[in-house]
Every structure is written in C-alpha cells, then in structure tokens.
C-alpha cells in the first residue's frame, strides 16, 4: 500500500468524490484508510452513565485504497506513486511532478 497516515488525498469514487482530506489512519492489510472529515456517519450514543448524554455523534469510516489518490505536493492534483530505491532506502515519488512524498 503506497498511502500511509498523513498523506493529502483526494477521493476518486464514491459519495465524497472530489473531496480532499488528510489520512487519519491506514489499515494496510484491508487495504483501507481513514480520511479526516470524509466519509462520515452518524453513529447513536446511548447514555451510559449520569454524567454522559444520549446522543448523535459523527464518525468517519474507512474507505477503500482504490477510491483516493494522493496530492502532489507541487501541483496540487492528484497523482500516482512510484516507489524507487535511493541509497538503499524505499523512497515514494509522485509521478506527475517527480518530487519526494517522505
């Protein structure tokens, strides 16, 4: 997976589509990440004690890998990732411009 926690990314596909947000959470072996502000639904809390309240709070779910593609830092659109080896590390490139992700 080529997207990881703290990337920019713009959703491709689905509700939110066109939206960007930041990447919360990465769930690399489902192949899902977690968007700020993206995604939401609304989730009922039950009162559980005398001190909480009963209520509607919004949550945001996991999307799917496939449906966001990550921002190019100079352009501002969204660009795929190519993962090459400098000095013997793993280091991610965006294929538009060609500038580092890390």
Not at 75 to 93: D, M, N
Request: glycine share 10%.
């Amino acid at each position: 997976m080529r997207i990881k926690k703290g990337d920019k990314v713009q959703v491709i596909a689905g509700k939110d589509k066109g939206k960007t947000g930041t990447v919360i959470r990465a769930f690399p072996r489902e192949d899902k990440v977690i968007v700020e502000g993206l995604n939401m639904t609304k989730k009922h809390q039950r009162a559980t004690s005398q001190n909480r309240k009963g209520q509607i709070i919004g949550k945001a779910m996991p999307l799917d890998v496939s449906n966001v593609m990550v921002v190019d830092p100079k352009s501002g659109k969204p660009t795929r990732v190519r993962i090459s080896k400098e000095g013997g590390e793993r280091v991610r490139i965006a294929v538009k411009s060609g500038s580092k992700l890390d």
